[in-house]
C-alpha cells in the first residue's frame, strides 16, 4: 500500500525549518534558496494540494545537502 503524499505545505514548512527563504515565481510557483547551497528549489501548487513524488524527493535531497554539509 502507497502512503498518502505530503501536502505542498508541509514540504514548504520542512524547507522554511532548515532555513531555506522563498521568493516568489511565475503563477503558482516559489523558489526556495539556501544561503550554504548553490541548489534552489522550485515548488508548484497551492499549499492543500498534494505534493509529487519528485517534489518530494528534490526536498529531501536538498535537506541532505544541506546536513551533509553541517556534519562536515
Known amino acids: ?33 539556501h544561503p550554504k547551497l548553490s ?7 497551492g499549499d492543500g494540494s498534494d505534493a509529487r513524488r519528485y517534489q518530494e524527493k528534490e526536498v529531501l535531497k536538498v535537506l541532505e545537502m544541506l546536513e551533509d554539509l553541517k556534519n562536515e
Open 1 to 33: 500500500m502507497e502512503k498518502m503524499p505530503k501536502k505542498i505545505r508541509e514540504l514548504k514548512a520542512m524547507l522554511r525549518k532548515a532555513g531555506f527563504v522563498w521568493r516568489p515565481g511565475k503563477g503558482s510557483h516559489t523558489v526556495w534558496e
Open 39 to 45: 541548489n534552489t528549489v522550485t515548488i508548484s501548487g
